[in-house]
């Protein structure tokens, strides 16, 4: 399955997560994500070309892709928690 990344517009409307502890927010990350690499780990060179078909999308987006744009999301995120916790101290 391939899950749509939220656009910025849409970061007020993610509140899915406020009650729950950041420990516990970041072991599920880090579970997913490691789901996410083990299986991008396991694709053969030639797959990383290949396109995902989305469920109402018209644009269709390679392996590649959809994992660089899955790096940069998590790096803006872990850069907004860097920033917040370094503020809270």
Same mark, same amino acid.
Not at 15 to 33: D, K, T, W
Not at 34 to 63: D, G, H, P
């Given at each position: 399955?391939?899950? *749509?990344?939220?656009? %910025? #517009?849409? +970061?007020?409307?993610?509140?899915? +997560? @406020?009650? &729950? *502890?950041?420990? $516990?927010?970041? $072991?599920? +990350?880090? &579970? !997913?994500?490691?789901?996410? &690499?083990?299986?991008? #780990?396991? &694709?053969? #060179?030639?797959?990383? @070309?290949? /396109?995902?078909? %989305? !469920? =109402?999308?018209?644009? !269709? %987006? @390679? ?11 998590? +790096?803006?995120?872990? /850069?907004?928690? #860097?920033? /917040?916790? =370094?503020?809270?101290?």
């Amino acid at each position: 399955m391939v899950y *749509p990344l939220h656009a %910025e #517009k849409d +970061f007020d409307r993610l509140n899915l +997560f @406020s009650g &729950l *502890p950041l420990g $516990e927010l970041l $072991e599920a +990350f880090g &579970l !997913e994500r490691n789901k996410t &690499l083990n299986f991008l #780990k396991s &694709l053969k #060179k030639t797959y990383w @070309s290949r /396109q995902l078909r %989305e !469920e =109402n999308k018209a644009i !269709e %987006e @390679s392996f590649y892709w959809r994992a660089r744009g899955l790096a940069i999301h998590d +790096f803006t995120h872990v /850069q907004i928690l #860097k920033f /917040q916790t =370094n503020c809270l101290k």
